[in-house]
């Protein structure tokens, strides 16, 4: 296997990110160059985020590339089938525009969102996230990527032992993560959903990373609402201010690939007049994987 040396790569910020220069990712994919394959998922193992500029991809492509890193999770919504592009079934359609007969051209909307981690409500968050921008308003709104490693790696040593093996139930709320965020649910409510570990290892590079809860009124199993609160809101302030972070607009024909296992984002509103199309897809991810047991903390 090719090393990520087999690609030209420039960093995008000292902690997260790259560019990858030089590369047709349609024809990668049609010529079924797994060599550059393996050197792009080691890549972002490495820098987390990858902007690939000036591409022309097919939905098939598109999908064929997804694939190549596994299994595709399935981004349907009920009631929007709209936002799927014909003769493709993992790709949808992000974005504000609303079609002659009021229905929209594809999920989301303009409004600006928090850091999150997509899927994060769901027993299994995705993996990678692709997106592919096809119309993008004049002055495009920008996206944001933190390192989630740094995050934890910078948290102090006694935070760290605290919630080494801690879990948090990821409830789900209306509107996701856009602002202005929804109230919050009854506490009954905020009991359901899946309990991940506050701090899961990556799959591969089995580094530590921080899980951030979406919300403060997300509870922490087996504390008080009042502690989870003040223990959830101390963790995103945390989060909130760190400066692991790269931000990019997307241009019309950016590819950007991130792991959501290593990377929180989150973007700008923009004017709800002004069209933004980009097709998204993910790959499955897997169970987060908490800390072992046994492990001490640094
Ligand atoms: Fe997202």
Redesign the pocket.
Known sequence: MKGASSLTLQPASPHIGADVLYIDVAEVIERNDTAVLDAIQQAIEEHIVLRFRKQKLTPEQMEQLGRHFGPLLSLKRKNNDAAHIQGVDYLKIISNVQQSDGRPLGDGSSAP?DW?T?GAAKPVPAGY?YFYARKVPGVPPKTYWMNAYLIYESLPADMKEKIAHLRVIHHEYPA??EFPLPPSKSLEERQVGPQHPLVRLHPTTRRPVLFLPHRDDMLVVDMSPDESFSLISRLRRHAAESPYWWTAAMEVDDLVVWDNRSAL?KRDGWDQSLERIVWHLANEGEPPIPLPESSRVA
Request: glycine share 14%; charged share 15%.
């Open positions: 969102q999150h997509d996230t996701g993560n984002h």
